[in-house]
């Protein structure tokens, strides 16, 4: 477990919303977890920790492929299980925001879910590495975060940074039921760039309606394993 403190100016906030912070750690934490044997910058097709099953569930979750689900699909959000997770707490004074950004991933324990170092010895050639340690993997995940950060603040989310974030979430294309719209059946399409909400459209017959639902972070559950997006109490 671990925090650190960004100082997100208001004056840039138009094209870098700070709601997307969140996003950005849980970005930085898969991609550290992948590039782990890089130095920053590095590519990540060069890394050995590339093929890491490390995905990031809506809106501030970790999850792995379960080593005990083998010969599960891969490509199925039920095979994963939670490692981690991500708050972050924010004020506001002097025209900054001051975010608390903090995150918890089991790196070795293997109760009560699973570890990255579990997962690891679990993966084809996974065996041969060297495990991750915490001192290493705290700075791969913050200077990685960093990078993002930067990014970010010049030219905002959409484009290569949302793309990357994509290309580590469960969600694309699952369809799920909107409890709070009356048991409405829609498909994930993305996260909306102006408010960082969950954009998904209802389908019907299997097919889209082009009646889209924008649904916030704070007053809305994501519960994959029953396909339900319900409301928090």
Not at 88 to 104: A, M, Q
Request: net charge positive.
């Amino acid at each position: 477990m671990f925090s650190t403190i960004i100082k997100h100016p208001l004056a840039i906030n138009s094209r870098a919303p700070v709601v997307f912070i969140q996003y950005l750690a849980a970005l930085a934490v898969a991609q550290g977890v992948q590039t782990y044997d890089l130095t920053r910058g590095g590519n990540l097709a060069k890394s050995a920790y590339k093929a890491m099953p490390v995905k990031l569930k809506w809106p501030n979750d970790i999850y792995a492929l379960d080593p005990t689900k083998k010969g599960t699909d891969p490509n199925d959000p039920s095979a994963y299980t939670k490692i981690g997770g991500i708050l972050v707490n924010s004020s506001y004074s002097g025209g900054d925001y001051t975010l608390v950004v903090g995150i918890g991933l089991n790196t070795s324990n293997v109760a009560p879910t699973t570890s990255l170092n579990a997962v690891l010895n679990a993966m084809k050639g996974g065996a041969s590495l060297p495990p991750f340690s915490l001192e290493k993997l705290l700075a791969r995940i913050l200077t990685t975060f960093e990078d993002f950060y930067d990014k970010f603040c010049m030219s905002g989310f959409a484009g290569g940074l949302e793309q990357l974030y994509y290309s580590h979430w469960l969600h694309s294309g699952q369809i799920v039921t909107l409890e709070a719209e009356g048991g409405v059946r829609a498909r994930i399409k993305g996260i909306t760039t102006d408010w960082g909400f969950l954009l998904a459209e209802e389908v019907r017959d299997g097919r889209g309606t082009g009646k889209l639902f924008a649904l916030q972070t704070d007053s809305n559950s994501f519960d994959f394993f029953k396909g339900l997006l319900k409301r928090k109490i």
